[in-house]
């Protein structure tokens, strides 16, 4: 039934890494707009608050409440079997959210991450 690497199941790893990556994009591109939007409307500013150390600051940020805000996503995920037509069995990556800290965590994950940027 899948394949285990110790005691973690890689159909847990997959979701897991996938919604890190997507946050940790959707972060990045909102610190980039940012930076640029000092760039251009504070131009004085920009010169001493856009520095290296607060970049890298912020790069550590963003990669961390990525990680942090996808560890709920470890304890919906599993892996199960599916029957494809030709009878075969495949293994397949389900995320659930039949609970309601389930179904809160993915509607306060999806404003938080995608709605909220987007305005």
């Known amino acids: ?12 790893a997959v979701p897991f890494v996938e919604l890190v990556v997507a946050h940790g994009s959707i972060l990045t591109i909102l610190a ?26 912020i790069i550590g940020i963003v990669w961390s409440v990525a990680f942090v805000a996808t560890i709920p996503v470890l304890f919906g ?8 037509i030709d009878g075969s069995l495949v293994s397949v990556c389900l995320t659930k959210a039949n609970t309601n800290w389930q179904k809160i965590y993915y509607f306060g994950s999806m404003t938080a991450f995608f709605w909220a940027p987007l305005c």
Request: positive net charge.
């Open 1 to 12: 039934m899948g394949r285990v690497y110790g005691s973690f199941n890689l159909g847990k």
């Open 32 to 57: 980039i707009s940012f930076e640029r939007y000092y760039a251009i409307c504070k131009p004085l500013k920009a010169g001493y608050k856009c520095t290296i150390r607060r970049a890298m600051v």
């Open 77 to 84: 995920t599993e892996l199960s079997q599916a029957r494809y």
